[in-house]
């Protein structure tokens, strides 16, 4: 069947899948009780060699000479595969569905073997923790067995010793800043991270990171390799200590990695980071080199400065202009340099005279020839040496070996050209740093464990609140606009006296107005790229190094000033599509042949013409014309339109609709819209075809079609949007200039762009190593203690798209390896000892002698002389009519006649003076010596090394690839103590016991538990509204480790109450709820009320207390205010109020029972409690707040699998949009869509009549709620 005109090819959807690899099945979440996973206690002890010397001492060292880390299980919570959730949205096209990994019978065992936990191979999927890079790592050695079976360990910890510059609190915002409250995570792991990291500054530090090394070490295979990334701060430090846990031998190199921007300091300014790598075992390391690519006047390409024409009969030097621009270089023609053949040092071999062209040479002065006299004679025969002065010279092409080897020092990490993509968490670490860190040292297959703006000045249309009218005046401040001849001041505000108004929003009321950028503070409105007021969550600032782009169109006199990679809303113009100002890309055949065409015009486009022409729909057509190898019928450049008149006789034929699809595939990608008019239309109906070609042109200047284009890439005559009408305006001037200062922007809420007075701008751990991995066709396990940074982990790897990299052995899976590209690796002595020259140079050479003969016969007795420009002749004249007796003795002592040329002295171009007749000759002589010169390099190429890129394996185009299965796993909140475990700790032998300082008395369970009881006395649980529970009493319960206070309400019907309150630093999950009910039961009288407090609820607890049914006992869930955890770091309580009863989230589910889908359910989520850790109250969400959300249509009561999956908050180019854009072909864009919404697509009941909806919200808290589908 025919492709329609206009679709993309259609392309397989893959994956990588590990079948050669497996993992231990541990504990899916739904299935863990204190029976069938019980916290037994269990740790392991690690120790230090006290007796190293050298070693770095700091404060608690020599105390810490060993450690314990307690052994836990890693809890799977969610089991994902793109490909399943993508499939919900695939045009139905006959394909049969593909099961993914996790519904084969293998993963989903009977129940009695499913809680056997760690004793059967499930195949291997990957991972993301959420927990303590400690504690996962101690799981994986200890209950998985995974010592010496991971390649490579990346660690990016925190730099510095600043709590909230290592922290993001919300999912939408990266802007966070040291020391201020509303920054402060309220995520109780990362708490507990910044006290084990930094509360003792350095000190604490340096503890935390040497025992995370030493557990790396014992997870790395003997051919593994660490990076640390930090930056100078303390670079020197972390050095000091991998060598002590690797071993001084085992250091393999600190790369110095330029970042994105510069920090300045009050003397000089620093723009770098560190990885200090190291390798497990040194001798038997795994290295990949990788190379980057020479540069004609750059790295690696700094002599390259002649050039040589594709048949080899021309070389000069390179121009200015081309040396400037490389692409200037005419095609086919090879750089080269002239390299030295001699070395120091003399040799009885080589410190010898050498001949070439007559000339004798000598090394030089104690020196000899890098290569033996036979080797020279070679690389003569092969056209390799060159005169050089009074010596000669090797010649080397670029494409002898075009690369270069990376070294340590990547000076191509910074700079808008290295980020691909947009940065979505605080301390996300850049794509490049990592892929060149894995590219190195894994192959595919491999494990990879990771444990861890606008210028100052610029207006931006504001805008009043949203819900109130509002009248009056604003501030005016100018632009600063660097004082050039473009410094025009900025518009009037509201109500100044130059008596302008401002634009409406909407044919409403609600004035907007241009405010300085940096003027703007949280809670002001300014206008979103839909000309819609959007209230401003935070301004952000930052110190910028690097390029600023500065953009100036028609209708203003302001130039908007932004960083390169700053994206602006835009419509690319077609810059080589021929015009007015640019013909370059037209084949000069084809202009005359336009000229001949609008001369034949058919009468249905000569009646077009006469209402496009003279700009009658306000823009400018051209007709007939040419645009590559075809020519339109009518052209606007402006609007990267293409009218095409098509007549049924000369359009029908199916050849004639294979030339217009190609035509039409080919005017696409070019970015032009394609648009075809039966002629028969135009004649029948001319007004209603004028109309459409007007609605088409007015789509294509719409910011509803534009696209986000980074500020560099931006060219004179690209189309922005101005205003807040938005109204289309050419760029006039582009400039470009390097610059250190301050910029600015914008977090905007529920959208990503915010209105410039010039035009709409994009506004500003997140799984990168996952990312990469993913993208490499590597295994990896990442965790973090984050939940903020594992929500957008896992968006950005269920919505990623990769290319698909051709596999060595397609049978053997992605584990085989890929298929790279390769280069040669020409040297002088590949050449000079290459086998074959030899026999290729005796059995060509003789037809370059006899055409060189046949030559001299042609020329003989003509009166012609002919001055020779090189050899040993060099300066004097060959002279062709002079007899054969006439002889010259060259400088080397051969003797040669004065009317022949020899071989070297032949002239590249045909000399004007020499007889016509001789051509022939000429041609034929070089030909034959061109013909042998191919040979030559043909056995050079073939017999040279050859370097394998590592970064670039060949891609399969007619496939597309999706992330892998991987899972969302936890480690599990420790158990926490009774009363009397708490009184009586157990001491290790030769352990004394601690002594009741401040830090003992913070860690203590005991003191905790009675300040929360105390605090939850005084202040009671705040309910909905006025609503509360109070307490007329509440005491300590002894005898019971997992209820650990007992109370009276107070009021009428005041009734027993029992309190389980949850860790400080983790979840409260749910064998501590399944262990306080069976306590709960033993209790007489039975309490009324089971309270669990806790700072976070992990899911399934959650799910267990909502759906126990007890009759005559309520469970509550009560979240706890995290300013109880960090009133010390914290300048004031955000709230008064302590504990928030917390309710369900709001889930809907219909039925329906009309339609196509009639018998099938759909399902909407309406909202959730929300804890405002800004306020400290809870709050009632409504979908703006939800991050994302998933539904699995079939739960199964063990893991989430979700089948569906929704990101409401994602903007317009985040989410799902790039892999739809993507995947036009695959994807039907209405049911897509979807996933951007609160609503479900349709679906049907699967074998467990059970869904399970799992709630995300911006600070990475996640709801889960089960239902019934019976």
């Known amino acids: ?300 390409g700094v002599g390259y400065t002649n050039i040589e024409s594709p048949d080899g009969r021309e070389s000069r030097p390179l121009t200015k202009e081309e040396m400037d621009d490389p692409r200037r270089i005419p095609k086919g023609w090879r750089p080269f340099f002239l390299g030295s053949l001699a070395s120091q040092g003399q040799s009885a071999n080589t410190t010898v005279e050498f001949e070439f062209n007559g000339k004798n040479y000598f090394p030089g002065h104690d020196r000899h020839w890098t290569v033996s006299l036979e080797g020279l004679k070679r690389l003569a025969e092969v056209g390799r040496i060159a005169e050089r002065g009074n010596g000669i010279a090797y010649v080397r092409y670029l494409d002898d070996y075009p690369v270069q080897p990376i070294v340590n020092v990547w000076s191509d990490t910074g700079g808008g050209g290295f980020i691909r993509e947009r940065k979505v968490y605080v301390v996300q670490t850049a794509i490049k740093v990592l892929e060149r860190c894995l590219l190195m040292t894994t192959d595919p297959g491999d494990l990879v464990f990771d444990p861890t703006c606008v210028r100052k000045g610029t207006g931006v249309w504001g805008s009043p609140t949203p819900a109130l009218p509002v009248h009056g005046e604003g501030a005016s401040l100018s632009p600063r606009l660097r004082g050039d001849h473009r410094g025009a001041t900025s518009p009037r505000l509201l109500g100044d006296d130059s008596g302008a108004t401002s634009p409406r929003l909407r044919g409403d009321d609600r004035g907007a107005a241009v405010i300085p950028i940096e003027t703007i503070r949280p809670d002001d409105y300014v206008l979103g790229h839909g000309a819609q007021p959007h209230r401003v969550l935070r301004l952000i600032r930052k110190w910028y190094r690097g390029e600023m782009i500065g953009i100036r169109h028609e209708h203003s006199e302001q130039t908007l000033w932004l960083t390169a990679d700053h994206k602006v809303l835009a419509h690319r113009r077609p810059h080589t599509l021929g015009g007015r100002l640019d013909w370059s890309a037209i084949p000069q055949p084809l202009r005359g042949r336009s000229k001949e065409l609008r001369r034949e015009m058919t009468p249905p486009e000569r009646k077009l013409w006469q209402v496009l022409r003279k700009n009658q729909l306000g823009i400018t057509f051209r007709r007939q014309h040419p645009i590559g190898p075809y020519i339109g019928d009518f052209y606007c450049r402006e609007a990267a339109l293409v009218v095409e008149v098509d007549g049924a006789a000369a359009h029908g034929t199916e050849e004639a609709l294979a030339h217009d699809q190609a035509r039409d595939a080919f005017m696409q990608s070019l970015g032009l819209k394609i648009i075809r008019i039966p002629a028969v239309d135009v004649e029948r109906n001319l007004e209603a075809v004028w109309q459409y070609i007007g609605d088409v042109s007015s789509q294509q200047f719409s910011p509803e079609t534009a696209e ?137 050479h003789p037809a370059v002698e006899q055409a060189l003969a046949e030559l001299n016969r042609a020329l003989k007795g003509k009166p012609v002389k002919f001055k020779v420009t090189q050899g040993g002749r060099q300066g004097q004249f060959v002279d062709f009519a002079a007899p054969d007796s006439a002889t010259l003795t060259m400088p080397s002592g051969q003797v040669v006649k004065v009317n022949g040329l020899l071989e070297s002295e032949v002239p590249f171009e045909f000399p004007a003076d020499w007889p016509k007749e001789t051509r022939q000759a000429f041609e034929s002589f070089h030909r034959a010596r061109r013909a042998m010169r191919e040979k030559i390099d043909e056995a050079i190429a073939q017999h040279a090394p050859q370097e394998t890129l590592y970064d670039q394996p060949f891609v399969d185009r007619k496939k597309v690839r999706v992330t892998g299965p ?77 209820l650990h206070a007992d109370g009276e309400t107070s009021g009428n019907g005041a009734t027993r109450a029992v309190v389980s309150f949850g860790p400080d630093h983790a979840p409260l999950e749910q064998r501590q709820v399944a262990s306080a009910l069976e306590e709960a039961q033993r209790l007489v009288p039975r309490p009324k009320l089971i309270i669990f407090a806790a700072f976070q609820f992990d899911p399934e607890a959650a799910k267990d207390i909502e759906e126990t049914n007890w009759p005559g006992v309520t469970l509550l869930k009560v979240q706890m205010n995290a300013d109880l955890l960090t009133e010390d770091l914290k300048k004031k309580r955000a709230s008064n109020e302590s504990f928030w009863l917390i309710g369900q989230p709001d889930v809907q589910v219909e039925r329906i029972t009309e339609g196509e889908h009639a018998g099938k359910v759909r399902v909407s989520v309406n909202g959730f409690d929300y804890y405002n850790t800004v306020t400290g109250n809870i709050e009632s969400g409504g979908p703006e707040r939800i991050a994302m959300w998933l539904l699995d249509t079939d739960y199964d009561g063990r893991s989430l699998f979700p089948r569906q999956v929704f990101f409401p908050m994602a903007g317009d180019d985040e989410g799902w949009a790039k892999l739809s854009r993507n995947l036009r072909a695959e994807i039907d864009p209405d049911l897509i869509e979807a996933y951007r919404g609160t609503v479900s697509l349709p679906f049907g009941p699967g074998e467990h009549k059970r869904i399970a909806v799992k709630i995300v919200d911006d600070r990475g808290i996640e709801s889960l709620k089960v239902m019934n589908l019976r």
């Not at 350095?202 to 014992?218: G, K, N, P």
């Not at 003997?222 to 020197?236: C, L, P, W």
């Not at 390896?817 to 005796?842: C, M, Q, R, W």
């Open 1 to 300: 069947m025919a492709q329609q005109r206009g679709s993309s090819p259609k392309r397989r959807v893959e994956q990588y899948k590990h079948k050669d690899k497996e993992r231990l099945n541990n504990p899916p979440a739904g299935l863990v009780t204190p029976e069938t996973d019980p916290d037994a206690g269990q740790k392991k002890t690690y120790a230090y060699d006290p007796h190293l010397d050298p070693q770095l001492v700091w404060a608690g060292k020599a105390e810490h000479t060993s450690f314990e880390v307690p052994t836990v299980s890693l809890h799977v919570h969610e089991r994902i595969d793109p490909s399943t959730i993508i499939e919900a949205v695939l045009k139905r096209n006959g394909e049969q569905y593909q099961p993914s990994l996790f519904e084969t019978p293998e993963e989903n065992p009977p129940i009695r073997q499913a809680v056997e936990f760690y004793k059967h191979a499930h195949g291997w999927s990957n991972r993301l923790v959420a927990g303590d890079s400690l504690l996962v790592m101690n799981s994986l050695l200890e209950k998985e067995g995974m010592a010496g079976k991971v390649q490579m360990i990346y660690i990016d910890p925190p730099y510095g010793i600043k709590y909230g510059s290592n922290f993001q609190p919300f999912v939408n915002n990266r802007d966070v800043k040291d020391g201020k409250d509303e920054d402060l995570t309220a995520e109780p792991e990362q708490i507990r991270a910044f006290r084990d990291t930094w509360e003792l500054g350095i000190h604490s530090y340096l503890t935390y990171l040497r025992d995370r090394l030493l557990l790396a070490r014992e997870l790395l295979t003997e051919s593994g390799s660490i990076f640390v990334q930090i930056s100078d701060e303390n670079v020197h430090h972390v050095r000091e200590l991998m060598d002590e846990v690797f071993g001084k031998d085992n250091f393999v190199s600190v790369i110095t990695v330029e970042k994105t921007s510069g920090f300045t300091e009050i003397l000089i300014p620093y723009v770098t980071d560190f990885l200090v790598l190291y390798a497990k075992d040194k001798k038997t390391t795994k290295y990949n080199q990788l190379y980057s690519s020479k540069k004609i006047g750059g790295e690696g």
């Open 966 to 1042: 991987f899972t969302v796993e936890a480690v599990p909140a420790p158990a926490v103590k009774s009363i009397e475990e708490s009184l009586t700790p157990t001491l290790s032998q030769g352990e004394r016991e601690p002594t009741a300082d401040a830090s003992v008395a913070r860690s203590g369970e005991t003191l905790r538990q009675a300040e929360w009881r105390d605090e939850l006395l005084k202040t009671g649980i705040r309910g909905r509204g006025r609503q509360s529970i109070r307490f007329v009493r509440l005491e300590p319960l002894a005898g019971c480790r997992w």
């Open 708 to 844: 986000w284009i980074e500020a560099k890439e931006l060219r004179k005559g690209d189309l922005v949007f101005f205003g807040a009408g938005r109204m289309p305006a050419r760029i006039v001037e582009v400039i470009t200039e390097f610059t250190e200062e301050e910029v600015y922007d914008l977090e905007v809420e529920g959208v990503h762009s915010f209105l410039t007075e010039v035009c709409a701008v994009h506004n500003c751990g997140s799984g990168t190593t996952a990312y990469v991995a993913e993208q490499w066709g590597r295994r990896w396990i990442t965790c973090d203690t984050s939940r903020v940074a594992l929500t957008l982990a896992r968006q950005r790897l269920m919505t990623a798209m990769f290319d698909y990299y051709e596999l060595a052995h397609l049978n053997e899976g992605v584990g085989s390896g890929f298929k790279y590209k390769t280069v040669p690796h020409v040297t002088l002595k590949s050449i000079a000892n290459n086998p074959e020259i030899d026999g290729i140079y005796a059995r060509m």
